[in-house]
């Protein structure tokens, strides 16, 4: 697997280097690095607390299957980073420029598009409506991850593919 993901690797420096131009704007650098930093887990966590308080408490379980979809997809999450060590994008070229510090040192798969994607589908099954706020957000945190260098676009794929297999199985199990 190591071998396969280094020449993935090499192969999309370019799109990484695309990506990152937008990083070099300092209001662009900011606004991804902000998004970034709520995609930590900052965005989801405060809405999982208030989705009880807007929707009363039916929302309840929503907000729990949601923290679920997040700990369920965590095991697969890290096992991948610590199996397949793929170093991030940053390290191995040193065009890459850095405006916030990586959470670890692995970047596949992405975690941050991981969760989003996840958390996204399990709301949305149970409120649409939430679709005008958190599509564009995890759609931004996904983004985020490529503009500020700390993923490849593989990376982002296949956290945003463990998020949705997670979360749809979770509501084939739930309905």
């Not at 996840?118 to 985020?144: K, T």
Request: glycine share 6%.
């Amino acid at each position: 697997m190591r071998p396969l993901l280094q020449r993935m690797s090499e192969a999309e420096i370019p799109l990484c280097l695309a990506f990152n131009r937008i990083n070099h704007r300092r209001l662009l650098s900011r606004t991804f690095g902000t998004v970034s930093r709520l995609g930590d887990g900052v965005f989801w966590y405060v809405l999982m607390l208030m989705l009880p308080f807007i929707h009363g408490i039916e929302a309840l379980p929503v907000s729990l299957h949601m923290g679920l979809v997040g700990l369920l997809s965590l095991p697969v999450y890290k096992w991948l980073k610590t199996t397949t060590l793929r170093d991030r994008p940053l390290h191995l070229n040193g065009d890459i420029f850095r405006s916030v510090a990586p959470l670890d040192q692995f970047s596949f798969p992405s975690g941050h598009t991981m969760h989003a994607v996840g958390f996204s589908i399990v709301l949305l099954a149970y409120y649409p409506q939430w679709a005008w706020i958190v599509v564009p957000f995890a759609s931004l945190v996904a983004m985020s991850r490529l503009v500020l260098g700390l993923h490849y676009p593989s990376d982002v794929l296949a956290g945003a593919l463990i998020g949705t297999l997670v979360a749809v199985t979770s509501l084939l199990v739930a309905f």
